[in-house]
Structure formats: C-alpha cells, structure tokens
C-alpha cells in the first residue's frame, strides 16, 4: 500500500475512534451506530482500502501526463518530488479558529507522514488595490520583479471575490483541479463546483468544503413545509407573524434569503438560475428584478415584527430572529448552516423546539463552496498538488467534517465510489435528525452568485423593499 493509502487509513481508524471516545455516555443505540462506522473504517483499514487504491491507480495512469508544466511526470515522480520540498500554506486561521485546530492538530502531522513540511501563513487583507487578499498584489510584485517559479506562497485558501481577481490578472496555476487522482470524489460538473461566485473555475481551484443553505420549520405544527418558493410566499401570507428575514443590505443570512427569491423569479419564473451567473448583465437584471420585489413586497406586511419595533421589521443581525424561534412564536426559519436546526435544539442558552427540522426546497438552495488554489508561481507547486490530492480523500474529509475538528460541510460527490465506502462514517457524523443528509444536501446544490450582482442585489433592495 501507498503512503497515501496508508494515511487515508489511518485518518479512518483515528476519526473514528475519536468520535467513539466522544460518545461514552451515550446510550446503547448510539454506541451500536458507532461500532458500525468502526467497522467500516476496519474494513476500508484491512482490506488495504482495496476499491480506493484501484481507483487511484486507475486515476494516476490517467492524468500522469496531464498536470500542466508536469506532462511528462507520473504522479509517482510528482509525489516523491514533494517528500523534499515546504508547503507555505496562506489561509485565515485565527488563534483558536476551526481552521486553525485542523491546520496545526491534523494537517501539518499528516502531510509530515508524506514528506511534507507545512509552514503556516496567516493571510492579510489589507493594503492590495487589486482586491481584498494582500496575496494577489504580492503575486503580481513578484511576477513583475520576474519571480515566475519561486514565489512566497505555494497554496491559498481563496473566496470567491479574490478568485476572481487572481484569475482575471493570470496569477493562478493551472488548470490541474480535476487531473488530481483524487478528483472522482467530486462532481466537477455539478455548477457549485463549476462556478465560484458566478466565476466560472475551470480547474484552476480546489473544493474545501462547502456551506449549503436550508429552510428550517416546526414538524409539529407544520405538518407539510412549503417545498417552492412561491408556495412559501403563500404560507408566509396564511400564516402572518410567523416568519422573518434579515436586511439584506447588513446581514449574510438575510441577503442569501433574498437571492434565494431572485433564483425563482429572475430564473425566469422556471427556477432556471444559471443565466445568473456570471458578470452581471444590466439588461437581464432590469428585466427579472420587478417580479422579485414585487413578490418580497407581497410578503412584506405578514412578516413578524415584535412589540415595540417598527413594522416591517428587517434586523441587522438574524441571531435575533433565531431567538423568537426558540421561543415558539417563528415557525419557520432561513439559515446558510445546515446543521442550523441541530445546532440550535441542543443549545444550552434559548434551545429550540426538538420538533425543528431543517430541509431543502424541491428546486435546490444555494451553496457557497469553499477552494484552495495554487498561485502561478509558487516554488513548490509538487507539494501543493500532493497536500490538495491528501485534503480530496475521503479520510481528511471526514476528519474536516467532525465537529470536534470542524464540523465542515464537505462538497465530495456522495456517489463516487470512494465516498461511499464511507458513507455511515460521514452519516454518523450528521447524528441529529434536524439535519438534512448528505445525499439531499447534495441533490440540491445551487452556485451563488458573483460578488457584484449581490451587491446590486443588495442595495435595490433597500431600494425596491425596505424604503417602497
């Protein structure tokens, strides 16, 4: 077996275990759910991850000549080369940070075992005119001082406005995302993946993870949820008072809210959103956006507003409104986190009604997927292409995607055949029933859009709704 096979098994072994030491004073069923998950990471351990490896090998004889500035390397040769080199790793991961416990806690040890020397770099988002990450002015200094193939940084975790700006100004390497060998975990052609923000990837970047957003409502006194977003309009309208949204203008949750509207509406009234995406096209914008407000508008007078507040009520932060869920007087709810609804029943401050339940509408919800990118001249590109080769397996997904870890919603293709072996792990960790499984969060993935239709979006709405 591979080292990285035998890495991949070992994440197996060592997440599992982790989880059932967490669950010692569960109850019984729950232990038993666990010995299972134990099982299937023991037979992915001792059968040398059989149906993994063959796909690998398979992957590797592939793509061996097609990474680009490595044609005519194996992924062998593209391996062993990384066992000597540094990986300078630019992300965001404050002191105490998810990323920062993933980072210094599993990668860094993990990518030792391959050889590979993870240095840690806090990324700036200051003092670049180009766009919000330092990295990109840094690359283009470094390109015009005529470093092509030795620059500072090897591999960026990158949002979407950034990646655009890198891919505009040629500062990505690439396109190499769907040559890794770990790439059949994932559904490149899925427009989640396809698209960053309306950009289109085109395999200049890496999945991450992904969050997904859900409608959330009260199984105990709704007994059927609006799966459209017109039948929610409607159920908003019969049911006055209780449902809210958050300004879009100051609040992420309420402005994914809104454009999950424009999807419907400006999709042409037929939920088809991806001439959406993209550059932001003033002519199709003028034409679709009336029917958005206008619905928005519709709904406007039977949202909740409480006592003392000034109707319509559009707060600036939607933690506020998740306090009237607690309580009992919202039935429904909006959220950009999955496991919103879990999270929030075993709450120790304001818990939710056990009864909450989170789901996806019939015609998807959007998701906004995170990448890692290599810049087109980093000195170690060997090392970057063998590190998001480990961070694409199934093991390091599913250590990501542990709570104790992370608890990061993961964007691998539930089908691929690699990921089902570990489809009861990666079920086991979704433990509450209020979150939607895996195979339904990724059946209804939408891509989001570019960061200047939001912007527009945003502001109209003021414009169009807030101040109508």
Known sequence: MSSSANLNAKLSLDGVESRLASLANMV?????????????????????????????????????????????????????????????????????????????????????????????????????????????????????????????????????????????????????????????????????????HGVATEGLEFPFHTAQSV?????????????????????????????????????????????TFFYYYAGDLVNSYEDLLGDFDELLYNERAPAVWEALNLIEDSLYTPSGETSPWYPDDHIVIRDHVGNGTLLMDFSFQASEASTQIIDSVNPWPDTMQAYVLSSGSIADSSYLAIPVNAANKEAALTALNHIGSPGSMFVRSTPEVWGALQSFDPTAESVMEWDVAFDYILTHEATPGVEELAAGRLSDMSADWIERINDDWVTYVKNA
């Not at 998950?37 to 004889?61: K, P, R, Y």
């Not at 540094?86 to 210094?104: Q, T, V």
């Not at 709704?222 to 006055?240: E, F, K």
């Open 28 to 196: 019984i069923a729950a232990v038993v759910l666990s010995v299972g998950t134990l099982i299937v990471a023991i037979v992915i351990l001792t059968t040398g991850g059989t149906s993994e490896d063959a796909t690998l090998e398979d992957a590797i004889t592939e793509v061996s000549q097609g990474l680009p500035g490595f044609e005519n390397l194996s992924w062998e040769t593209i391996t062993a080369t990384a066992q000597t080199q540094e990986l300078n790793f630019y992300l965001w991961s404050d002191a105490g940070s998810s990323p920062r416990k993933w980072i210094d806690e599993h990668l860094t040890p993990e990518l030792a075992e391959l050889g590979i020397t993870l240095n840690r770099i806090d990324a700036v988002y200051t003092g670049c005119d180009l766009s919000g990450m330092a990295l990109s002015c840094d690359v283009t200094d470094e390109l015009a001082a005529g470093n092509t193939d030795n620059g500072a940084v090897d591999l960026v975790w990158i949002n979407g406005a950034n990646f655009a700006t890198m891919k505009n100004h040629n500062l990505l390497y690439g396109p190499f995302a769907t040559l890794l060998p770990n790439s059949v975990n994932f559904d490149f052609s899925d427009t989640s993946l396809s698209f960053d």
């Open 215 to 259: 409608f959330i409502y009260d199984e105990a006194q709704i007994p059927s949820p609006p799966m459209t977003v017109p039948a929610l309009v409607d159920w908003i309208i019969a049911n006055p008072g209780k449902f809210a949204y958050s300004d879009p203008s100051v609040d992420f949750t309420g402005a994914a809210f809104v454009r």
